[in-house]
């Protein structure tokens, strides 16, 4: 009469039980660097957004009314978005300051400069703090006078 084998024996299951706890680890040190990836550029999305968002209202009120504001620096516009970050909202200010400049000066004037600075603040780093942000992404756009 035969003995069938079936089944696993002890030094299968430890491999496996290695090998699976490996994978575990290492799929667990991925996920944690992906969020906090994400976390970081949570904040760069939102500027981006921002001064898109302000370039576009600048470019659709047209050269005519960009005019009265040429060289003028009006006060940083503040904004406060609320995340949801490890179980708690958490509120992100950012601040936009937009300059318009003329870049063709004289009776002539055609071609107006549009910059607009978005600021916030990040535990990572960056620039030297102005105003305690230390991150900034800068938009700068033309608006032709087609006249």
Same mark, same amino acid.
């Given at each position: 009469?035969?003995?069938?084998?079936? &089944?696993?024996?002890?030094?299968?299951?430890?491999?496996?039980?290695?090998?699976?706890?490996?994978?575990?680890?290492?799929? *667990?040190?991925?996920?944690?660097?992906?969020?906090?990836?994400?976390?970081?550029?949570?904040?760069?999305?939102?500027?981006?957004?921002?001064?898109?968002?302000?370039?576009?209202?600048?470019?659709?009120?047209?050269? *005519?009314?960009?005019?009265?504001?040429?060289?003028?620096? %009006?006060? %940083?516009?503040?904004?406060?978005?609320?995340?949801?970050?490890? &179980?708690?909202?958490?509120?992100?200010?950012?601040?936009?300051?937009?300059?318009?400049?003329?870049?063709?000066?004289? %009776?002539?004037?055609?071609?107006? $400069?549009?910059?607009?600075?978005?600021?916030?603040?990040?535990?990572? &780093?960056?620039?030297?703090?102005?105003?305690?942000?230390? $991150?900034?992404?800068?938009?700068?756009?033309?608006?032709?006078?087609?006249?």
């Amino acid at each position: 009469m035969r003995l069938s084998r079936a &089944g696993h024996n002890l030094l299968e299951v430890i491999i496996a039980t290695v090998i699976f706890a490996t994978a575990v680890v290492f799929l *667990t040190g991925l996920w944690s660097t992906y969020h906090e990836a994400l976390t970081k550029n949570r904040g760069r999305l939102i500027a981006m957004a921002l001064g898109r968002s302000e370039v576009e209202s600048r470019i659709a009120l047209g050269f *005519t009314n960009l005019a009265p504001v040429f060289n003028t620096t %009006p006060p %940083p516009a503040q904004y406060s978005f609320d995340a949801w970050i490890r &179980g708690r909202t958490v509120s992100i200010p950012f601040e936009t300051e937009t300059r318009v400049t003329n870049t063709t000066p004289g %009776p002539f004037a055609r071609l107006a $400069k549009i910059v607009v600075t978005v600021r916030w603040a990040e535990k990572s &780093g960056g620039e030297t703090p102005v105003n305690g942000f230390n $991150k900034k992404v800068r938009y700068v756009a033309y608006v032709f006078d087609g006249r």
